[in-house]
């Protein structure tokens, strides 16, 4: 049996959550809605995140755009992503919203532009 304890992020209240582990059995404990069990059955069967960053322009008002991915990527992926966002370069002008990396890492998942940049 394993036993982990986590901190919801799924809503503001903040929950500590206890998951356990037997097996095939997984029972999660400390959660004051739906979401939470949610948020702790994906946290430890196939965690997720949103990786933020930002990657250089060519020729824009400012030297570098915030970027992130457009989905979750599994957890397991963050170091090729951001191997592959260090070496993107885009060219000005950028707008909010524009696809920078199509399928980041081989993930299936797109990098956006965060905001938008001028060209120079």
């Known amino acids: 049996?394993?036993?982990?304890?986590?901190?919801?992020?799924?809503?503001?209240?903040?929950?500590?959550?206890?998951?356990?582990?037997?097996?095939?059995?997984?029972?999660?404990?400390?959660?004051?809605?739906?979401?939470?069990?949610?948020?702790?059955?994906?946290?430890?069967?196939?965690?997720?995140r949103i990786v933020t960053?930002?990657?250089?322009?060519?020729?824009?008002?400012?030297?570098?755009?915030?970027?992130?991915?457009?989905?979750?990527?599994p957890k397991g992926k963050i170091f090729d992503v951001m191997k592959e966002i260090r070496a993107a370069r885009v060219d000005a002008p950028v707008a909010m919203g524009d696809v920078v990396i199509a399928d980041c890492a081989g993930t299936g998942v797109e990098v956006i532009a965060t905001k938008s940049v001028a060209r120079a």
């Open 53 to 73: 960053s930002s990657v250089r322009v060519n020729g824009g008002t400012i030297a570098r755009v915030s970027v992130k991915t457009k989905t979750d990527i």
């Open 1 to 48: 049996m394993e036993v982990r304890e986590l901190i919801c992020i799924s809503c503001p209240m903040g929950c500590p959550l206890t998951v356990t582990m037997d097996g095939d059995s997984l029972t999660v404990t400390g959660n004051t809605c739906p979401r939470g069990e949610d948020y702790a059955k994906k946290e430890v069967l196939s965690p997720t």
